[in-house]
Every structure is written in C-alpha cells, then in structure tokens.
C-alpha cells in the first residue's frame, strides 16, 4: 500500500526563523509531489509542486526533493505567525493524490 | 472563477438516515475526487472521476456510499445509511491536469452522525 509519511509535530518556531517540514514516500515510481496548506477548519490550498531532484523556490517557501532517498521537504524562511497551519505533503500516485497526515506548525511572535 | 463549490457546509443527521453531499467543480477542469479527513485517518481519496466516468472508487469504504457524476458540472456522495463512524469532513477537489497542477479542494462539508 502506497503510504506518505509526516511528522505531525506539533513544530514549534519563533518568528522570523526557518522551519523545517518533512516527508517520505513508499511509491519508489512516484514522480510529482506537492504542499498544501491546511489551516484549522478551513480546505486544503496549494503552496508548491516539485518534480526534479533538487530545490525550488518559490517567495519564501523552498521545496526540495531526493528521489533516491524518497524524501520531500518544504523549508519556510522569515516565518510569520500567519503560517501557523497544519502542512500535507501529498504524491501523485499514477491516478491520484496520495496525503500524509500532515505536520502542525506553530509560528510564535 | 468560483473555485469548487460544495453543498451543504455542515450536515447533522440522525443515524440511518441517507444523506447526500453535492460538488460543483470548477469548470474546464475534468478530474473530480472525493476525499474524506478525520483526525485519526487524515485525507482518505475514495473516488476519482475523469470525464465523469469513475476510474477508481477502490476507497468507499462500504457499499453504503455511492457517488454519482451526471455531467461535468455536477457530482453528489450519498451515504444510505448514516453511522456516527461516518462523522468526518468530506471535500470534494478538482483538476485540469494534476501531475502538473494538483488539486483545488472545496470548501467542505462538515457531516455529523449522532
């Protein structure tokens, strides 16, 4: 069974420092992968998608991806109060997106 | 653009009784998916529609949940019977091209079985 895995923290960072999200995947044949932002009682938004090993960048937001590892990160900088949220990290699995429980991050000022 | 729109927002309902969740994808776009997330269980996918043709609803969990997908513009999720353990929030996503562009998700529907 194709399964995404997270930490779900909670993770707790001060304002203005980088925090640190990750997660790993089974599906060694996964190609797509993407962060979605969840706050509390409210849908999922996407952030990033990335597809190539290495880093993407995106405002103050870096996803990273190792295939060979299976590992999937999302770095934020500058961390503000307003990304406190829970993070899911999610994988195409051929048909459809596959989730982790996601990781709860709390930004405190 | 409207996003995808969901219908009800919350549903409480007694169990046993059938209940029916509506979703309006965003137009153009021909992936629809039902997912339902509980605390214990996250985001569970339990159908997918492409073209309004369900390829894979390997994640109902019992026969007591059907989806439907009349056309494009329209999808429902029926639970007939209800249970309490079908308490959870069920959102409905829609995509143009997914392994390039994801999801967009609904706003949800909050059901609770009592």
């Known amino acids: 069974q194709k399964e995404v895995e997270q930490n779900s923290g909670p993770l707790s960072v001060p304002e203005g420092a980088i925090a640190s999200l990750n997660c790993t995947y089974s599906?060694?044949?996964?190609?797509?992968f993407f962060w979605y932002r969840q706050y509390s009682g409210k849908s999922p938004e996407l952030i990033m998608s990335i597809y190539s090993n290495g880093d993407k960048e995106d405002g103050r937001f870096t996803a990273q991806l190792n295939k060979a590892s299976q590992y999937v990160s999302l770095l934020i900088r500058d961390s503000q109060p307003s990304d406190s949220a829970t993070y899911l990290c999610a994988v195409f699995t051929g048909t459809a997106l596959i989730f982790g429980k996601g990781t709860t991050l709390s930004v405190s000022s | 653009d409207a996003g995808v729109i969901q219908s009800p927002r919350h549903e409480v309902t007694e169990m046993g009784q059938e209940v029916t969740l509506r979703c309006k994808p965003i137009s153009g776009h021909n992936s629809l998916f039902w997912y339902r997330q509980t605390m214990m269980r996250g985001l569970e996918l339990l159908i997918y529609?492409?073209?309004?043709?369900?390829?894979?609803d390997s994640g109902m969990p019992e026969d007591r949940f059907s989806a439907k997908m009349p056309n494009a513009s329209f999808s429902t999720l029926k639970i007939q019977p209800s249970e309490p353990r079908d308490s959870a929030v069920y959102f409905c996503a829609s995509s143009l091209a997914l392994p390039v562009y994801g999801y967009t998700f609904g706003s949800g529907t909050r059901l609770t079985v009592v």
């Open positions: 599906d060694r044949g996964s190609q797509s």
């Open positions: 529609f492409n073209n309004n043709v369900p390829i894979d």
